[in-house]
């Protein structure tokens, strides 16, 4: 099983596979864009901050030099041509959607398993390479979201997303660890691919937390963050009901 495939061709191989994941989530950003009702330029920033946005990060915390989206030609005009796809072709919204959820899925697959390789090759453990594969799956999204002015939509409220990142990950390095690398990439896609799924149409979440419940502080402090600044100096020393956070 190790001779499967060289540790040469697992880097050429995870490589495409880190391509295919920036063309695709390149083409979903784009889809967003589409979505925001953006130009072009916003197509293009969307779609490549998309695309290359968890490879960087990644890159930039094993400090293994310049990163590839960066170093290698193949990267940028793979997510420009993401982004460029989605603006030029002409579906419908309920067709967009239908390819939304296995597209997205490939995704997790393509790139935890990716993140998770590229770790061990860099010499580090096991936890290091799961964690970095959950991020490079799940950070191209995160970062969309918050230039969007969003909460990233991978940090609750939604089907599994990170978790089947970390499952991903998880099976790729116990895989690689039994000197089975091809086979945790195999597995690993194909993992992704039905468990996000799956997760998707059957609403499978994780549990949410307990709901807040604030006292008087904490109303006060949101009432005077709320408060019409006309009215402060209206009144300055006017006292906030804790019942009334907006004012009389």
Same mark, same amino acid.
């Given at each position: 099983?190790?001779?499967?495939?060289?540790?040469?061709?697992?880097?050429?191989?995870?490589?495409?596979?880190?391509?295919?994941?920036?063309?695709?989530? #390149? +083409?979903?950003?784009?889809?967003?864009?589409?979505? $925001?009702? &953006?130009?072009?330029?916003?197509?293009?920033?969307?779609?490549?901050? *998309?695309?290359?946005?968890?490879? %960087?990060?990644?890159?930039?915390?094993?400090?293994?030099?310049?990163?590839?989206? +960066?170093?290698?030609? #193949?990267? &940028?005009?793979?997510?420009?041509?993401?982004?460029?796809?989605?603006?030029? %072709?002409?579906?419908? $919204? $309920?067709?967009?959607?239908?390819?939304?959820?296995?597209?997205?899925?490939?995704? %997790?697959?393509?790139?935890?398993?990716?993140? #998770?390789?590229?770790? =061990?090759?860099?010499?580090?453990?096991?936890?290091?390479?799961?964690?970095?594969?959950?991020?490079?799956?799940?950070?191209?999204?995160?970062?969309?979201? &918050?230039?969007?002015?969003?909460?990233? #939509?991978?940090?609750?409220? @939604?089907? &599994?997303?990170?978790?089947?990142?970390?499952?991903?990950?998880?099976?790729?390095?116990?895989? *690689?660890?039994?000197?089975?690398?091809?086979?945790? %990439?195999?597995?690993?896609? =194909?993992?992704?691919?039905?468990?996000?799924?799956?997760?998707?149409?059957?609403?499978?979440? +994780?549990?949410?937390?307990?709901?807040?419940?604030?006292?008087?502080? +904490?109303? @006060?402090?949101?009432?005077?963050?709320?408060?019409?600044?006309? $009215? @402060?100096?209206? *009144?300055?020393?006017?006292?906030?009901?804790?019942? *009334?956070? @907006?004012?009389?």
């Amino acid at each position: 099983m190790s001779g499967w495939l060289s540790p040469e061709t697992i880097d050429t191989v995870t490589r495409y596979l880190d391509l295919a994941g920036v063309f695709t989530c #390149a +083409l979903l950003g784009g889809v967003v864009a589409r979505a $925001e009702g &953006l130009d072009l330029f916003g197509y293009l920033v969307v779609g490549t901050v *998309s695309g290359l946005g968890g490879g %960087i990060i990644r890159d930039t915390l094993l400090q293994h030099g310049t990163p590839v989206a +960066l170093t290698d030609p #193949a990267y &940028l005009p793979t997510a420009f041509a993401g982004a460029l796809l989605a603006f030029l %072709i002409k579906l419908h $919204e $309920e067709q967009w959607e239908r390819l939304f959820t296995p597209l997205d899925a490939a995704v %997790i697959g393509f790139w935890a398993v990716t993140g #998770a390789q590229k770790t =061990l090759a860099a010499g580090l453990g096991w936890l290091p390479a799961v964690l970095l594969g959950t991020i490079t799956a799940v950070g191209g999204s995160a970062v969309r979201d &918050l230039l969007r002015g969003r909460v990233p #939509a991978v940090l609750g409220g @939604n089907a &599994l997303y990170a978790t089947v990142a970390v499952a991903v990950a998880g099976v790729f390095v116990l895989c *690689s660890y039994l000197d089975a690398p091809t086979l945790g %990439i195999v597995a690993g896609v =194909l993992l992704g691919l039905v468990l996000r799924t799956i997760a998707h149409r059957r609403g499978w979440r +994780l549990p949410g937390g307990l709901p807040l419940e604030p006292g008087t502080a +904490l109303r @006060n402090v949101r009432g005077k963050s709320r408060r019409d600044p006309r $009215e @402060n100096t209206q *009144s300055p020393h006017r006292p906030q009901s804790p019942e *009334s956070p @907006n004012g009389p």
